[in-house]
C-alpha cells in the first residue's frame, strides 16, 4: 500500500493487511522499527529492542504468506513484550540490573503464545524492577516517559508498553497486572487495557513472582477490537499453571462484534469509600459512566462496602511476602545494592513481619470478595476513576490529592487493586483528556468469568466515543 502510513491501522487491520498480501511482513516491521529508532530515545518505552532478529523473523513470515502456508491471527505484526516475561533468546531483565545479562533459554506461556499466534516481538518493553510499583523506573534503563507530556510519567508497571502503543511504536502489547499494572499506563497514555480474571490467562506458576495469586497478564491495545483478539490467544488453560481456569475461554472477538449494553446494570462507584480524587478525573470519569445510559444500560450510584486503606493494607502484605521469596536470596548474598533503595527497606521491613499478618491479609481478601460478590448481586459492572489522578511529573508522586494528604506510593491509584484482590475481570477505557490535555481512564470491573461483558461493554463506548485517533502531537 504504497502511501499508506501504518500506524493508523490497528494489529487486527495489519494482520488482515497482511493476509490479503496488501502489506508484507518486512515493510511493517522495518515501519514499526524505524519509528522505536527515531522516538524512543526520548520515552525510554523498551528496555531491549532486536531489530536484525525482528527482520529475519519477518522474511520468514513474508515467505510463509507467499508459499500460501496457514497463517496464525497476528502474523507478521511486529509486538512489544513486557520486559517481565522471559523470552528465548531475547535479553529478560525484569527491570533490574541484576538480570542485566539474563537471556532465558525458554519462553513462558504468555510469550510461546503470541509467538504463535505469528506475531514478530521487536522488543521488550520498560518496567520497574520486578513491577514492583505503579510508575516505570527500572535501574537498567530509567525511567519511562509518557507521549502526552514527556516530563511525566507513563504509570506502570507495564508502563513501556503503555507509551509504545500511545506512541505508536508498535501496534499491540501485552501487560501483567498484580495492582493495576495494565490499567494504570492504559489511564495515563490513553490507550486501553483489560485485566482478565483470575486464572483466564496461564502463567508459569513458580515459587515466586505471583503475587499472592493477585497477577494477571493481559491485553493493551490502542483499541477494543485488538485487545479481544489478543485475549483470545492468550487465554485458556494450560497443565503447567494449577492456578489456570480448566474451562476454555469465551470467543472474545464474538464480544467485540456484538457491542450492546441493552440492559446491562452498571454501578458508578464514584470515588469509593471518599478517597481523594482529583475533581477533572471524577467528573471525566463519571460522564463516562453516564454515558451508558444512552447507549440502553441502566446506571446508578452504588458501591461495595469495603474500606480501601484495609484493601491496601491486604495487598502489600502479598506483594512484599512474595517479593521477599524472589529476592531474599540475592539480598543475602549481598546484591540488595543493586534493589532501588525503597524497595530494599520496605522488603528489610516485610521480613520482620510475624507469619500472623499473612494470615489476616487472606482473611481480608476473603472478606473483600464478600463485598463485591453483594454488589455483584444487584449489578452487572463496576464503573470506577481508574485511577486518582491524570499522569503526575516523573519520580514526583502526588503527596496530596484534592487538598488532601495521601501516601505517594498508594493514593493516586486507590481503585485498581481491588479487582485484583477479589480475582475479578476489570478494563480501563480512555474517557477523556483534562484541560491540561492529559488522558484519562474510566475503569469497569466485571463479573467472575464474565471478560466478554467488559469487552463488549467496551466496544459500545469506543463506537459512541472513539478515541484513537486522538494521538500526542509530537509523535505523529
Known amino acids: 500500500m504504497a502511501g499508506a502510513d501504518l500506524t493508523e491501522f490497528t494489529a487486527s487491520e495489519l494482520a488482515g493487511l497482511i493476509r490479503e ?72 531483565t525484569f527491570g533490574s540490573l541484576l538480570f542485566g545479562d539474563n537471556v532465558p533459554k525458554n519462553d513462558d506461556i504468555v510469550t510461546e503464545r503470541i509467538r504463535a499466534s505469528g506475531a514478530i516481538i521487536v522488543g521488550k518493553t520498560n518496567t520497574p524492577d520486578f513491577g514492583w510499583k505503579g510508575t516505570t523506573e527500572s535501574t537498567i534503563a530509567g525511567p519511562c516517559f509518557n507521549p502526552w507530556d514527556t516530563t511525566r510519567t507513563s504509570g506502570g508497571s507495564s508502563g513501556g508498553s503503555g507509551a509504545a502503543l500511545a506512541a505508536r511504536l508498535v501496534p499491540l502489547c501485552n501487560g501483567g497486572d498484580a495492582g493495576g499494572s495494565i490499567r494504570i499506563p492504559a489511564s495515563f497514555c490513553g490507550v486501553y487495557g483489560i485485566k482478565p480474571g483470575a486464572g483466564r490467562v496461564p502463567g508459569d506458576y513458580t515459587a515466586n513472582a505471583t503475587w499472592g495469586g493477585l497477577s494477571q497478564n493481559g491485553p493493551m491495545s490502542t483499541n477494543v ?13 494450560d497443565s503447567r499453571d494449577p492456578r489456570s481456569l480448566g474451562q476454555p ?34 467528573a471525566l470519569a463519571q460522564a463516562g459512566a453516564e454515558a451508558f445510559a444512552e447507549l440502553g ?47 530494599l527497606k520496605w522488603l528489610t521491613d516485610a521480613k520482620t513481619w510475624p507469619a500472623s499478618r499473612y494470615a489476616e491479609a487472606l482473611h481480608m481478601r476473603e472478606w473483600h470478595r464478600h463485598w463485591f460478590d ?8 463496576l464503573a470506577l476513576p481508574t485511577m486518582a489522578v491524570p499522569a503526575f511529573p516523573v519520580e514526583r508522586n502526588p503527596k496530596t490529592i484534592a487538598g488532601r494528604d495521601v501516601h505517594p506510593s498508594w493514593g493516586f491509584t486507590p481503585f485498581c487493586l481491588h479487582a485484583n484482590l477479589t480475582g475479578r475481570p476489570a478494563a480501563s477505557i480512555p474517557c477523556g483528556f483534562t484541560a491540561e490535555g492529559l488522558p484519562v481512564g474510566l475503569m469497569l470491573v466485571g463479573r467472575m468469568g464474565e471478560e466478554s461483558t467488559l469487552l463488549r461493554a467496551s466496544a459500545a463506548f469506543e463506537a459512541a466515543h472513539p478515541w484513537a485517533e486522538k494521538r500526542p502531537p509530537e509523535f505523529l
Open 374 to 381: 453483594e454488589l455483584f448481586e444487584r449489578y452487572d459492572v
Open 249 to 282: 475461554s469465551g470467543d472474545y472477538l464474538a464480544a467485540f462484534e456484538a457491542p450492546s449494553v441493552d440492559g446491562l446494570r452498571i454501578a458508578w462507584g464514584g470515588a469509593m469509600d471518599d478517597q481523594p480524587t482529583d475533581p477533572q478525573v471524577l
Open 21 to 92: 498480501r496488501q502489506v508484507s511482513p518486512v515493510e511493517v516491521t522495518a515501519h514499526f522499527l524505524e519509528r522505536i529508532a527515531k522516538y524512543d530515545g526520548e520515552l525510554r518505552a523498551f528496555i531491549t529492542t532486536v531489530p536484525e532478529q525482528a527482520m529475519a523473523e519477518a522474511h520468514r513470515a513474508e515467505a510463509a504468506v507467499i508459499a500460501g502456508e496457514e497463517l496464525g491471527p497476528l502474523h507478521g505484526v511486529p509486538f512489544g513484550v513486557k520486559d517481565l516475561n522471559a523470552t528465548k533468546g531475547i535479553r529478560t
Open 225 to 237: 477490537r485488538d485487545s479481544a483478539l489478543l485475549l483470545d490467544i492468550l487465554a485458556g488453560p
Open 297 to 343: 444500560a441502566s446506571v446508578e450510584e452504588d458501591m461495595p462496602a469495603v474500606t480501601t486503606d484495609d484493601a491496601i493494607w491486604a495487598f502489600v502484605t502479598f506483594m512484599l511476602t512474595d517479593l521477599c521469596i524472589t529476592l531474599g536470596p540475592a539480598i543475602e548474598g549481598g546484591q540488595g545494592d543493586f534493589l532501588p533503595s525503597m524497595l
